[in-house]
């Protein structure tokens, strides 16, 4: 350490004592928690500083990787319009702009389904720019859109924003053929506002002090949001909140649901005063979801659920009669997880996972048979989007992998063809020909097969030929799947030799519920056990070596990092922790906390039960930091107004392992949230800054570029 770089610093212990189930446990750091507390603040600030001096020498490494990122993104760009009422929606980006543009343009006839073709520097005919991110967020450090609705009519659209990253929302209204901004203001909403049918109100979401969504409010178009009116409150704790229209616009769906038990409500859409009905009450364990139909011109519900189906099956009942008899188009097939079915006039997509991989097809409404989309890569990512219109006659298709970019399709329900309408453009020569994937198969500790996708630059040898920098990545929560998609920044890795990885341990979603439910509560060590043997079959078959492998992941996966630098510390050269749930067991007894009660449900209640008190307090990474262990170097990274996984977490973990001698650096966004700081160039850098210091790990920090 240079003269240049100050002393780490060291927080003063101030220990409290934590008493649950007769186990007293002191804590030193906890009164970092106090974000209004100055002392806090200069503590965050000064581990900033220590951060910036410890990376100094990366600043030329970081430029770089940035300008690699920047230089292979067609910076002044279009997106593929989708079809909406009379207009062909879309978004611009343009160099140098930090956030996106919505614009349309008119469509050409009422029989005009082939989205145009754009191009930059051409204009579009009648082009109309409806927001531009940029003028909206100028004088703002922070700018988040997390709502955006036009009506129906196209006369009228909506917008909400978040400025400071705890996402809560700011609706506002715009006349779109005026141009004026209407009086309208609903403050403090959760995302996802949006528009009746008729355009004559708002439906949107508030939370609680929790940070829970627990009422969904109506809002009449040109009156004071004082007067809004409640549609639906949940009280439980343990639910979420949310609604949305069905695509036939026949039915308002209020839709609640844990982690474990779901409910929903029918509001008719052409009556929104009238009182919700439910479709199946509550039953603990049992989670479903519903869309309209109209079959043989009959209103039906086709209802995806778990009752009695643990990978879930699909059924069709009676609107007028929901809880009458049940038709079972899609059976319960064990493998083959349902996710999601969505409504059409004459068919449904359906979305699914079957071998590790996500799948999407075609419903025959009255067969219940599914017509599935093939691909031809062996690694891929595919879902349906932006499909608006309930008639099309083309479908809209996102696709991507670890080597092929973003690409956007439309399936010909006629002729049953994939028509490529744009393949994400990357600059300098990318050839996907130059990478490869593939999926590997590690052996866990209790017997079960775990998989693990890589991704690396054939010119530098074939992944295994040889132990290879290799950047491992994991997450293993909440049925949550890392599927294989395209990222540019990960070129910059690839490109200097680094294989890229990612364990799909048990708490994810890749192989099915059980997969999940293999992962979580009481059996949550099986996803940390995955990871460190995935890292170990890594390093057996020769892919890489200890000193040559970096863990990263975020969130939960942030805890899934914490664990296993205290379970196997030694298989690890360097560990990314983004926003790092690592103090998990004082949050989950903090029933006061944003999101508490909710997650009883994935983690256990350690609150109200001995055993599970015990096994979160096994493993929660904070408190089982281990004296004389050698750890690897620890990057983590935080924001202060992160209202999921709060900074304390990061902070008090990276001041306990300073006590045992880890090297670890925090890196706290003053001004960001759970998603990190806003805007793309400023999510670049970001991710340079990550990427640099990872690759310093590995040994490939370019002495020119210091």
Known sequence: MTDSIPPAPVARRQPIVRSHHGDDVEDAYE??????????????????????????????LRESIFEEIKGRTLETDLSVPSRRGAWWYYGRTVEGQQYGIQCRAPLASADDWTPPELSPDVPVPGEQVLFDGNVEAQGLEFFSLGAFDVTDDGRRMLWGVD??????????VRDLETGETLPDTIEGTAGGAQFSPDGASIIY???????????????EVGTDAAGDVTLFHEPDERFWLGAGFTRSEKYLVIGMGSSIT?????????DLSAAPQVVWPRREGVEYSVDHAIVDDEDVLLILHNDGALDFELARVAASDPSGER??????????RLLDVDCFRDFATVEYRREGLSRVGLLDYRTGAVDELAFDEP????????????????LRVGYDS?????????YDLAGGDLLLRKRQPVLGGYDPADYAQARVWATASDGTEVPISLAWKRSFGEAGAEPRPLHLYGYGSYEHSIDPRFSVARLSELDRGVVFAVAHVRGGGELGRQWYEDGKLLHKRNTFTDFVDAARHLV????????????????????????????????????????????????ILDEDLPLTVIEWDEWGDPLHNADVYAYMKSYTPYENVREGASYPKILAVTSLNDTRVLYVEPAKWVARLREVGADALLKCEMVAGHGGVSGRYNAWRERAFELAWLLDVLGLADSSED
């Open 163 to 172: 400025a400071s990253g705890d996402e809560r929302y700011v609706v506002r």
């Open 379 to 394: 690694l891929y990512s595919a879902g349906f989007g932006g499909n608006r219109e309930w008639a099309p006659p083309l």
């Open 327 to 336: 038709t079972v188009l899609l059976p319960h097939t064990p493998g083959t």
């Open 262 to 270: 779901s409910e929903d409500w029918l509001v008719p859409a052409s």
């Open 205 to 219: 979401s508030t939370v609680d002090d929790k940070w829970r969504p627990d009422t969904v409010w109506r809002h």
């Open 540 to 587: 057996d078959r020769g892919y890489t070596t200890p000193s040559r492998l970096v863990a990263e992941g975020g969130s939960a996966g942030g805890l899934l990092m914490g664990a296993v630098a205290n379970v196997a510390p030694e298989l690890f050269a360097g560990i990314v922790a983004d926003v790092p749930f690592v103090d998990a067991l004082t949050s």
């Open 402 to 410: 670890f080597v092929t970019p973003n690409t956007v399709y439309d």
């Open 31 to 60: 009164w970092m928690r106090d974000k209004e507390e100055p002392s806090v603040i200069a503590h965050l600030e000064a581990e900033n500083a220590y951060t910036t001096a410890r990376t100094a020498h990366l600043a030329g």
